[in-house]
């Protein structure tokens, strides 16, 4: 089942001479379920690709459809609430909030929701994470790695259809980086959860189903081995 269709997007920022094209004409689609990773060079377009399909930025031109529905015809307020149900962010300097302890920016988006969190989701999750035992440190108390693992608790606990992750793991380790990754891995074979992901990282692009490459606001589909995957 198609998750996310991208329909010819363009994204210009400026105007006159410094007019940049930072997206020409993408188009593409992701299966549910489906890992892609997005590769390219810095600057080449592809944190501007991610704001897009996450309605953090607003494209010039094209569409976006999440699981069939049109993102950019919704009103502000109905876009909002379904990116938050929807759609789950990690960013490479993993945005927690330092005055709140782990477990309560793992749960923030819920409670974002006026939802109560289930209590045994909460514990799956700290225990996935392995941070049961620092679910009531706060971030600054925390390892980067550590820091990165919250941030990936926060996107996964609504349980989104989509994962958007940029750079994930570019403020971490090689072990760490690991990690991270296996955990986003497990979140798309287990819970059919889709991502896409951002990495400059060519050792992580080997776990994933799909590659995407951005050249000078270009997308390319290098494919990949879908339907091959190893458990
Ligand atoms: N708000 C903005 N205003 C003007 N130009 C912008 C803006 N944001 C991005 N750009 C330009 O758009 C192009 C694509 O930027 P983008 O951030 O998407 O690149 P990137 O592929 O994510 O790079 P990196 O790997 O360095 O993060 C760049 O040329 C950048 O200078
Ligand atoms: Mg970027």
């Known amino acids: 089942m198609e998750i996310l269709k991208v329909e010819h997007l363009c994204k210009t920022y400026g105007k006159g001479e410094s007019l940049v094209e930072a ?31 996450g309605a953090l930025d607003m494209p010039t031109s094209g569409n976006i459809f999440m699981d069939g529905k049109d993102l950019f015809s919704m009103k502000e307020e109905q876009q909002t609430i379904f990116r938050r149900r929807n759609i789950g962010f990690v960013f490479q300097s993993f945005q927690l909030i330092s005055e709140l302890t782990v477990e309560q920016n793992i749960i923030f988006p819920i409670l974002l929701d006026y939802q109560r969190p289930e209590p045994a989701a909460v514990e799956e999750i700290l225990e996935v994470l392995g941070l049961t035992d620092r679910r009531h440190h706060l971030p600054s108390q ?40 296996d955990l986003l891995v497990k979140a798309s074979r287990y819970y059919q959860q889709t991502i896409v992901m951002i990495t400059h990282n060519n050792n992580l692009t080997a776990s994933v189903d799909r590659v995407l490459r951005v050249s000078d606001g270009v997308l390319t589909d290098l494919g990949g081995k879908k339907n091959e995957k190893l458990s």
Do not use: H, W, Y
């Open 23 to 53: 997206l020409k004409d993408v188009c593409f689609t992701v299966e549910q379920g489906e890992f892609a990773a997005v590769v390219g060079e810095s600057g080449s377009g592809k944190s501007t690709l991610l704001n897009c399909i």
């Open 142 to 181: 925390l390892s980067g790695g550590q820091q990165q693992r919250v941030a990936i608790g926060r996107a996964l606990i609504t349980r989104p259809k989509l994962i958007l992750a940029d750079e994930p793991t570019g403020n971490l380790d090689s072990k760490n980086s690991q990690d991270v990754m």
